[in-house]
Nanobody
Framework: QVQVVESGGGLVQTGGSLRLSCAAS????????MGWFRQAPGNERDVVAA????????YYADSVKGRFTISRDNVKNTVYLQMNSLKAEDTAVYYC?????????????????WGQGTQVTVSS
């Protein structure tokens, strides 16, 4: 079992930045790929970014490439999502998720463990 807890959401103006954190507890953190997903009202839960257990492989949705960066610290058992140049359309609840094996995946259905989510609101 792995427990994940997100933090760092909030209200920011268009063009601003936020860094989300996801702390994991449980088994060996590096055995898990981690993903960030987001869901706006009335929309599906979509992948934003994902990272392999080692941190060497990353994936980004086209809508965030060049603006968001996913990283992880396997000593601190934490994964981060640095979000820059935020846009109003980035407004959503952001979820952290974990899966095994340690290769990243794009589908929410491939992730076993989920956090409660953190709200990100970008005001124009």
């Amino acid at each position: 079992q792995v427990q994940v807890v997100e933090s760092g959401g909030g209200l920011v103006q268009t063009g601003g930045s936020l860094r989300l954190s996801c702390a994991a507890s449980g088994r060996t953190f590096s055995e898990y790929a981690m993903g960030w997903f987001r869901q706006a009202p009335g929309n599906e839960r979509d992948v934003v970014a994902a990272i392999s257990g080692s941190g060497r492989i990353t994936y980004y949705a086209d809508s965030v490439k060049g603006r968001f960066t996913i990283s992880r610290d396997n000593v601190k058992n934490t994964v981060y999502l640095q979000m820059n140049s935020l846009k109003a359309e980035d407004t959503a609840v952001y979820y952290c998720a974990a899966r095994t094996p340690s290769s990243p995946a794009r589908s929410q259905y491939e992730y076993n463990y989920w956090g409660q989510g953190t709200q990100v609101t970008v005001s124009s």
